[in-house]
């Protein structure tokens, strides 16, 4: 098993939205995703790092209203899930 603690931060993002997205079937998006890895990761390097991830294709996202507010959900791209799959079922996750 993988140990959550040596995943990069970008890992550790993918696996928290592929964590929601494919296990529980919920959406995740920004502030989410901030309040979840509170104390792991900076805000400031959460949005830098999806930024990353965007760019790299590794996720997509898509405007949705949320509580009747627009907000941009993210998903694991088709091309990365099976990476992050594996990367999921590896890591025993503790934060």
Known sequence: MINWKVLSNELKICYIIYEFTE???EKIWFSKL????KGEISRSTISKN???LFDLG???GKW???DNKWTRTFKISGEAKNF????YKSTNKSI
Do not use: A, P, T
């Open 34 to 37: 901030v309040d979840i890895l």
């Open 23 to 25: 296990m529980k079937k």
């Open 50 to 52: 999806l930024d990353k």
């Open 64 to 66: 949705e209203k949320v």
């Open 84 to 87: 992050i799959n594996h990367i």
């Open 58 to 60: 590794i996720i997509d």
